[in-house]
């Protein structure tokens, strides 16, 4: 019989004290034990809540981005034997009843990476977050040669090898592009797979504060992340 | 060609040394240096370096914007110096900004290592 493969899921999460406790008892409701919290430098109780619920959290001492955090995440996964890494956002906008659906190309053995994305069945999402990803698409795909429907998705999952050869350095919201990048400069097989986005109140008012101005910085630390 | 100016040895010498960086991180796979990063520093230092040793290239430019004057050439230069300043200190602030993440990341494994 094949061995199991262990699964961890990775959850970055800034001040998402409220929140954070359901978010751990979802995923292990849906069947997932290995659950590693990284909290953001935040300054609230977000790890003494994950690990109140029975996550492994960690702490960085400063916020350093989602980005960092997930990359944190990703490397204690793999400290810890894991086979197949899920990354999703700690504000509960994701459903871990998607996690199967994301980690079964990477069981059956064909696929390095799945993007979970919301652009292939947008029900429910406001027509700003649609327009605000179609051009996050674009740009991805200009700077870095590869078109996905949903660059900035938080989503996804990894094998041990995607994980291993992944080498990412953007610390804040431009570290989806980023992975997108590497997809394609590794010459990763990856997947897309439609996943629902619960659209709160909670989750709404963190995505208000990801607007314009932090949707121009992340371009622009794209960009510069190129000629530098 | 005329003899070459103070102004134009330098710039070609920070073209060569910035072209020069990037080829070998590039060769030396660092800092995850692509082909297409290496070919827009090229382009970005490059450039500045042809201005500077084909100096006239830039009538036709000033031509097209209406630019006339000598003093035009000491505010292109002020242009260029505080360009690279620029470009420098941004490009330090990146690498602090790394080194930072690196440390708090250190600290946070090290934290779980210690626990399990």
Partial sequence: MAKEMKTYVVVPAYNEEKVIRSVVLEIQNAGYRDIIVVDDGGTDGTRAAAEKAGATALRHRINRGKGAATKTGIEAAKLLGADIIVTMDGDGQHNPGDIAKLIEPIKTGRIDVVLGTRLKNPLGMPWYKIWQNKIGNIITWYLFGLYVTDSQSGFRAYSRRAAELINTHSDRYEYDSEVIREIHLRKLKYREIPIEVRYTQYSMGKIQKQGFVNGMKTVYKMIWGLIS | ?116
């Fill in chain 2, 1 to 116: 060609m005329n003899s070459l100016h103070l102004y134009q040895i330098a710039i070609i010498f920070i073209a060569a040394v910035m072209i020069f960086q990037g080829a070998m991180n590039f060769v030396r796979g660092k800092n995850n240096q692509t082909i297409l990063k290496l070919l827009i520093r090229i382009i970005v230092w490059g450039g500045m370096a042809v201005v500077a040793i084909y100096p006239d290239l830039t009538n036709t430019v000033a031509e097209l914007i209406g630019m006339q004057g000598n003093i035009n050439a000491v505010i292109l230069t002020g242009f260029i110096l505080v360009f690279l300043m620029i470009f420098k200190l941004l490009s330090a602030i990146e690498r602090l900004e790394q080194q930072m993440t690196e440390l708090t990341r250190k600290d946070a494994l090290g934290e779980m290592k210690n626990e399990k």
